[in-house]
């Protein structure tokens, strides 16, 4: 039921669809349904156990963007996690596993608060779904920043259209963060693409994903969506980004970005992304 290597735990649950998760960061790397793959990794992608790795599903805690007091998006998907639990089966079959990150030296270093966050997984027949709780074990109440940075693989990211956007205000980070309103029922990306939409609809569907399927995103708690691809406009900056790549992919993130989250001591902060291929 579970393949344990050192650094990466699999979830199977038959059918040839199973789910690779990376302790470095708890990356989901991998997500396979009737051994198709879903999510996007650089073929540059660096597992040294340093680097967050390029792809699949980073988690981006405490900070998003770049951060004064530690690397890009936070120390998240640089740490390595624990396993908190095995894959094991539910009673339907379906395969769930935990994880978790404890504040230690190395994070206080950067962000001086205690903290416990839990990473489930649940792998079903053509469903992912992955949940975050995150608990404040400070003697204070802290602020931060939580997003799944998901990338999906796609054949050609010009023939991509996502829902749920319209009308949305968004930061465009392409344009000196200006602030616009997001007009169109279906957004297309044919360009350097870098936008934090907030208060979004809680489903978006991205079309012409995998063998031109489409794919639904549900979210819960999480109230803000990020649309990115770098073109070749920043791909090409990337060392671990392949220039040719860009075509391939588009990250479509869930999560609270604009107004951060703000947790009292001995409260909890739940936020969960359900990716379903239609």
Same mark, same amino acid.
């Given at each position: 039921?579970?393949?344990?290597?050192?650094?990466? /735990? /699999?979830?199977?649950?038959?059918?040839?669809?199973?789910?690779?998760?990376?302790?470095?960061?708890?990356? /989901?790397?991998?997500?396979?349904?009737?051994?198709?793959?879903?999510?996007?990794?650089?073929?540059?992608?660096?597992?040294?156990?340093?680097?967050?790795?390029?792809?699949?599903?980073?988690?981006?805690?405490?900070?998003?963007?770049?951060?004064?007091?530690?690397?890009?998006?936070?120390?998240?998907?640089?740490?390595?996690?624990?396993?908190?639990?095995?894959?094991?089966?539910?009673?339907?079959?379906?395969?769930?596993?935990?994880?978790?990150?404890?504040?230690?030296?190395?994070?206080?270093?950067?962000?001086?608060?205690?903290?416990?966050?839990?990473?489930?997984?649940?792998?079903?027949?053509?469903?992912?779904?992955?949940?975050?709780?995150?608990?404040?074990?400070?003697?204070?109440?802290?602020?931060?920043?939580?997003?799944?940075?998901?990338?999906?693989?796609?054949?050609?990211?010009?023939?991509?259209?996502?829902?749920?956007?319209?009308?949305?205000?968004?930061?465009?980070?392409?344009?000196?963060?200006?602030?616009?309103?997001?007009?169109?029922?279906?957004?297309?990306?044919?360009?350097?693409?870098?936008?934090?939409?907030?208060?979004?609809?809680?489903?978006?569907?991205?079309?012409?994903?995998?063998?031109?399927?489409?794919?639904?995103?549900?979210?819960?708690?999480?109230?803000?969506?990020?649309?990115?691809?770098?073109?070749?406009?920043?791909?090409?900056?990337?060392?671990?980004?392949?220039?040719?790549?860009?075509?391939?992919?588009?990250?479509?993130?869930?999560?609270?970005?604009?107004?951060?989250?703000?947790?009292?001591?001995?409260?909890?902060?739940?936020?969960?992304?359900?990716?379903? /291929?239609?």
């Amino acid at each position: 039921m579970a393949a344990t290597a050192s650094s990466v /735990v /699999v979830l199977d649950r038959g059918n040839n669809t199973t789910c690779t998760i990376n302790l470095h960061g708890a990356t /989901v790397v991998s997500w396979r349904v009737n051994n198709q793959e879903q999510l996007f990794v650089s073929k540059l992608a660096v597992f040294d156990g340093q680097k967050p790795i390029r792809g699949g599903i980073p988690i981006v805690f405490p900070h998003f963007g770049p951060w004064a007091y530690g690397p890009l998006h936070g120390f998240a998907m640089t740490c390595r996690w624990n396993v908190e639990k095995q894959p094991e089966p539910l009673d339907n079959g379906d395969i769930e596993a935990l994880f978790s990150l404890v504040d230690n030296s190395f994070t206080k270093q950067m962000w001086n608060y205690s903290f416990k966050l839990v990473l489930r997984v649940i792998l079903r027949e053509k469903e992912l779904q992955v949940s975050f709780n995150l608990y404040n074990s400070s003697l204070e109440p802290f602020q931060c920043n939580m997003l799944f940075h998901t990338y999906l693989k796609v054949p050609d990211v010009r023939k991509c259209n996502i829902s749920g956007l319209q009308g949305c205000m968004y930061v465009d980070k392409t344009k000196e963060n200006g602030v616009y309103q997001e007009p169109r029922e279906m957004v297309t990306v044919n360009h350097w693409t870098d936008r934090i939409y907030q208060n979004t609809q809680q489903e978006h569907v991205i079309s012409n994903v995998v063998s031109g399927r489409k794919m639904k995103m549900i979210k819960y708690n999480m109230p803000d969506t990020v649309v990115w691809n770098p073109w070749d406009v920043t791909s090409s900056s990337m060392s671990d980004f392949g220039e040719d790549e860009y075509p391939n992919m588009i990250c479509v993130e869930a999560g609270i970005v604009i107004t951060p989250i703000t947790l009292n001591p001995n409260n909890t902060y739940e936020g969960t992304i359900i990716l379903q /291929v239609m």
